[in-house]
């Protein structure tokens, strides 16, 4: 009997291997093992209960959504990760019509794995069923390009957004999404510029003050960055958590696209500068060798981190940091409020370099069941001033909406509390006007990732030169874009890495 | 039981076979479909498209133009990043790295589990236990290891205690990532080899061993001249399943480096630069080469391991000796 069973347990076990076997066969791309599927019920009930009483202040703003004749009952978004699902169960989804089913089908950004599900499903959409097809899709600002100039996506007047709802949008947020004929196909809620966001206690204990002003005259260029950098370390602190920390305040003011209009890449004397300034505080120990979005990169802004601050655009304070700073996470019944962990001991100032970073955009799929739908969704969210207003006091994201956002930074009684009392909008309001993204090309989301990687073991010391990292740049970027040309002089690797 | 020989008999009165015949034929058709469909014309396309430049630019196709062997020649071209001598080379010891252990400490197990003289206790519990790890999905495992392995994670706290707060990055240096690799190989895989042979130690027959120890034989002479001997076809069945998996290994770097291979793609197997080639631009022409490279890799590997381990030189030095024998007793016999 002990042996039966014994057979038994060992028969079961071999199957479930090769059962194991063949579904990671079937991922074909190593970052979309995490990708998942997730219902959403269409009853509101289970918003409610979570959301709370200021859940319903912003809310309140947003008009119900009626169903147009003929449209289908099943909303299916493709998005990279929850953030923008969080929002829109909080705020969206009470006011849709009960019997409307929405479904996420979130794939990660990281490796391309998002963006191949993409170029997979956009051309099948036409012939899809009803309830599978995409009816809406969101994007990021590293491959914003590569979607708005195809047939796959809609001119949003086909969705009823009229040039009215987006006239007070930021202008380069409107710009990047037309297509050559000029025409919008996609929105944005949001602007993104970028700012530095430091912990106030480590502020107070190196420069003797918190203050945003002071600490911006503090850290006003690279130069004096660097002073206060060794400040920091002399007193036992890491001036930045990882090496991409400040990747973008260099990639946002590149002068050149990734790859030329005869699609030769060309890598911008910017982010040279990038590598050869994070490399040098590598070795004087100003960071805390992470990268970014790993785990290490994440402790480092929770309770106990020891990192002076972090460059981050509107959404990654709204996102992720405030989130990080928590000592109890939401999911494990936490509050996002001041007393728990780091939360309310933040602060931001411009730093030494103006810059921006990413932006979501979102898009109605060609061949959509749910063309009224979508564009409802998009006019109630992005193009309405009054939930605006109040989307932006409660969630520190930053509108996209030129009057509300005058409107809130230069209201003395407003606050964010997760930065201490601070105005944050004043400072992101200065700085809003002046982003200009040019110089985009389909292959960003590539380039960068596989830059950041590349480099990083140049900065780790496991490879000896630059050169050696760039090769290693160009090989991914042959592989992964076949079209681009990579320079031939650089392909032949230097003796030092064959002998490794 | 009684059914089927019912049916059979009233087909025997008709006194032909060959109305058998063509039943087997029937029977093999579902599969055949399923194959000639699913599994030998992909191949022909893999064969067929490796000769072309194939690939998407979103949205546009580029291709199918046919450009003979360019997609060979530049895998093969030494001075590219990612050719085949690197990749394979990286692949081959991230395989040796796992299976030199595995192949030991089963060896070890299974003779330990099967020796009746040890009277160890708990076998069946112990047989479950070491193969437990396998039933974790690769990717699954490979996760949990890089989270341990990383630098906030359990093992790096105890390495902090030592070097006073400095972690190792497991994840930076090539040595430590084909450590850890072949680790993990290593721990998935040496229950299901240890079953392996043990199924084949079982096999012997008591009486040989009984009789090499009436000799006077040491254990480790039994182990050596007798066990292994014996052994060896399942010997070289494990070795070559193994190392057809190790060349096509995949998931494990794949998720410990990131998909990058870094640093400088020396962790870099056949199978994640075919993916890296497939994962973005759809490229058939290119990953269609390296698949034909990775089949002929394996086919070479195979046959090297079928002729230089399955065909035992003694045997034949054995079997010469015992007809030279044969012939001598003959020819002393007729004199």
Known sequence: MKKRILAA?????????????????????????????????????????????????????????????????????????????????????????ADVEVEFIINPNEGNAYQNKLDTDLPLNADKDANEKIDMFLFEADYATKYVDTQYTVDVKELGVTDDDISAMYQYTTDVAK????ALKAVSWQATPGLFAYRRDIAKDVLGTDDPEEVQAALSDWDKFEEVAQKAKDKGYFM???????????????????????????????????????????????????????????????????????????????????????????????????????YGKWAVCYGPKQYFWGGTWMAAAAGTDNPKLVGSIMKEFCCNPEFGKAFAEETNDYYNDVNVMKEISSDPDYGSEFLGGQNHYALFYEIADDIVMANCTKYDQGCNEDFQSAMHDYF??????????????????KA????????????????????? | MAQPVAEIKPAKKKGSIGTYKKWGYIFMIPFTLAFLIFQAWPLIQTFYYSFFE?????????????????NFVSLFDINELNNVFQLTLNTLIMWVAGFVPQIIISLLFAYWFTNVRLRLRCLGLFKTIIYMPNL???AAFSMLIFTLFSEVGPINELIKLFTGGEPFYFFNYTGSIIGVVGLMNFLMWFGNTTILLMAAMMGINESVIEA???????????????????????????????????????????????????????????????????????????????SIVIFVICAIMSLIVYYGFASDKTEREANKAAKAAIKAERKRRAE
């Open chain 1, 9 to 97: 347990l060992l028969a079961s076990a071999t199957l479930i291997s090769i059962a194991g076997c063949e579904s990671t066969a079937s991922t074909s791309t190593p970052a979309s093992t995490g990708g998942e599927t997730s219902t959403a019920d269409s009853t509101a009930g289970g918003t409610e209960s979570t959301g709370g009483d200021a859940a319903q202040d912003a809310g309140q703003y947003i008009h119900d959504i009626t169903l147009a004749d003929g449209e289908g009952k099943k909303l299916n978004i493709y998005a990279w990760n929850e953030d923008w699902k969080k929002q829109f169960d909080q705020y969206v989804k009470p006011h849709l019509p």
């Open chain 1, 179 to 182: 297509d050559s004929a000029g």
């Open chain 1, 240 to 342: 930045l958590s990882g090496y991409d920390d400040t990747y973008r305040t260099f990639s946002g003011n590149a002068t050149k696209p990734w790859v030329d209009a005869d699609n030769n890449i060309q890598v911008p004397d910017e982010l040279m500068a990038w590598v050869d300034q994070t490399k040098d505080y590598t070795d004087k120990g100003f960071n805390n060798k992470t990268t970014l979005w790993s785990d290490a990169w994440s402790a480092d802004q929770a309770p106990g981190g020891k990192v002076f601050g972090f460059f981050y655009s509107t959404w990654g304070i709204n996102f992720t940091l405030s989130a990080n700073s928590l000592e109890k996470a939401v999911k494990d019944g936490g509050k996002e409020e001041v007393g728990n962990g780091e």
């Open chain 1, 460 to 477: 780790n010391g496991t490879i000896e030169s630059k050169d050696v990292a760039l090769n290693t740049f160009y090989g991914l970027i």
């Open chain 1, 480 to 500: 992964k874009y076949p079209d681009v040309k990579v320079p031939d002089t650089a392909i032949a690797p230097p003796a030092e890495s064959k002998a490794e």
């Open chain 2, 54 to 70: 194939y690939y998407r630019s979103f949205p546009d196709w580029i291709g199918p133009n046919f450009i003979g062997l360019e």
């Open chain 2, 136 to 138: 974790i999905m690769a």
């Open chain 2, 212 to 290: 090499a120890e009436i000799d006077g034989a040491t254990g480790s002479q039994i182990f050596w001249r007798i066990t292994v001997p014996l052994i060896r076809p399942i010997l070289v069945y494990v070795l070559i399943t193994s190392l057809v998996g190790g060349l096509q290994m995949f998931d494990v770097p794949q998720v410990l480096t990131n998909g990058t291979g870094n640093p400088g793609g020396t962790t870099k197997t056949l199978i994640m630069y075919l993916n890296e080639n497939i994962s973005t631009s759809s490229n058939y022409g290119k990953a269609g080469a390296i």
